[in-house]
């Protein structure tokens, strides 16, 4: 933990030295015309927000070792900060997802580019400079269905963009009012003191020469099996069996209902990848506390939780962008051709849902395999 809050402060430092959102302050600020962040702001407000994350995922797991007030004081605040932060990115990634898989679907490039998250692609800047200007990219041979959904592609994707741009140049000011409130600077405050000592559960022992309360030997090991068997638990009433195929068309069918709240098959899923995420911070502590024991710095990494939970965020990445797309279609008075591309847009994620299922089940039933 103090590690962690170390990685905290250091990204602090590195956000402030980088004199990000002084001058998005102003009138217009967040507009169409706002320029990128810097690189290294958003990789100092990515590592913030790591930080933040791993601490609160820590006191989570390992609370009743920890000083009850003070845990569960800064658990939620934690959480609020982790969750601030994360909005721009989860929009602008969910926009370029969106338009991407658009130019898949259609094989038409009419609709806007994703706006920059910060970085530059390599892989974009190539393209650019090598494709002469006036010369016409090769056509690809469309089929009916295809050339029928070119048709809509372009407003479609018009329409995410603006929908989505909106949303994070929202969730952009309201992470700057985040941190330049009080509220996050309690936080750092308290942050900055944890970098320094771990309150942990004191116990008062009534001995009379005793002039001060004594802690006692803390033992990660029960706690950190507690969060495992959480994680087996969850992972048990999955459907696994109706994940086993990489199109489930029965949870398809579910994915067509008219009902705008979130994907009632989902829930379960989202869940077990938070738990998946406690159980891998609650590794790291284990790790870290035998490698101060032993005197050995090396970690230890599962292939198998890395390969389960990038399963797990691919399919938290798509179902997000499917209700982004069921969203937009539910915008009034679009044409047609357009709710149809956001149609073919929602079911194509749906699919990408069912297949992060599958990867997940076919990466966790494999024996584990830990690589030094």
């Known amino acids: 933990m103090r590690a962690q809050a170390t990685e905290f402060l250091r990204a602090l430092r590195r956000h402030r030295e980088s004199g990000a959102g002084a001058g998005a302050s102003g009138p217009g600020a967040g507009g169409p015309g ?30 009743p070792l920890l000083d009850a007030s003070w845990a569960e004081e800064m658990r939620p605040e934690l959480a609020w900060l982790s969750g601030t932060l994360a909005l721009e990115h989860a929009y602008a990634s969910r926009l370029e997802r969106l338009l991407q898989a658009l130019h898949r679907l259609s094989g038409s490039s009419a609709f806007p580019a994703p706006r920059p998250v910060g970085r530059t692609t390599a892989a974009t800047t190539a ?93 990660l090991r029960p706690l950190a099996a507690a969060a495992e068997e959480r994680l087996a638990d969850a992972v048990t009433a999955l459907p696994l069996v109706a994940a086993g195929s990489p199109y489930n068309a029965q949870a398809l069918v579910h994915g067509l209902s008219p009902d705008p709240a979130p994907h009632p098959q989902d829930a379960p899923w989202h869940q077990v990848r938070l738990l998946l995420r406690l159980h891998r911070y609650a590794l790291e502590a284990l790790a870290g506390a035998d490698a101060a024991d032993a005197g050995d710095p090396g970690d230890v990494v599962d292939v198998r939780l890395l390969a389960a939970g990038e399963a797990l965020d691919r399919h938290r990445d798509a179902s997000e962008a499917a209700a982004a797309a069921a969203q937009a279609a539910r915008t009034p008075r679009i044409a047609p ?36």
Request: one cysteine or more.
């Open 34 to 63: 706002r320029t990128a962040p810097p690189a290294d702001d958003v990789d100092a407000v990515r590592a913030l927000r790591r930080a933040a994350r791993r601490i609160s995922g820590t006191l989570h797991t390992f609370q």
């Open 127 to 219: 393209t650019t400079a090598t494709v002469p200007t006036g010369v016409p990219a090769p056509a690809r041979p469309a089929s009916p269905d295809r050339g029928s959904l070119t048709v809509g592609a372009a407003k479609a994707g018009a329409l995410l963009d603006r929908q989505l741009t909106l949303a994070r140049t929202r969730a952009h000011s309201t992470a700057l009012q985040a941190l330049g409130s009080s509220r996050f600077h309690a936080v750092a405050d308290k942050v900055a003191l944890l970098a320094s000592e771990v309150p942990l559960r004191v116990t008062a022992r009534p001995n009379r020469g005793a002039t001060a309360p004594e802690t006692t030997p803390c033992d």
């Open 337 to 372: 051709a357009t709710a149809y591309a956001l149609g073919v847009l929602h079911a194509d994620q749906r699919h990408e849902v069912e297949a992060a299922r599958y990867a997940f089940q076919h990466s966790w039933r494999k024996e584990p395999i830990r690589l030094p």
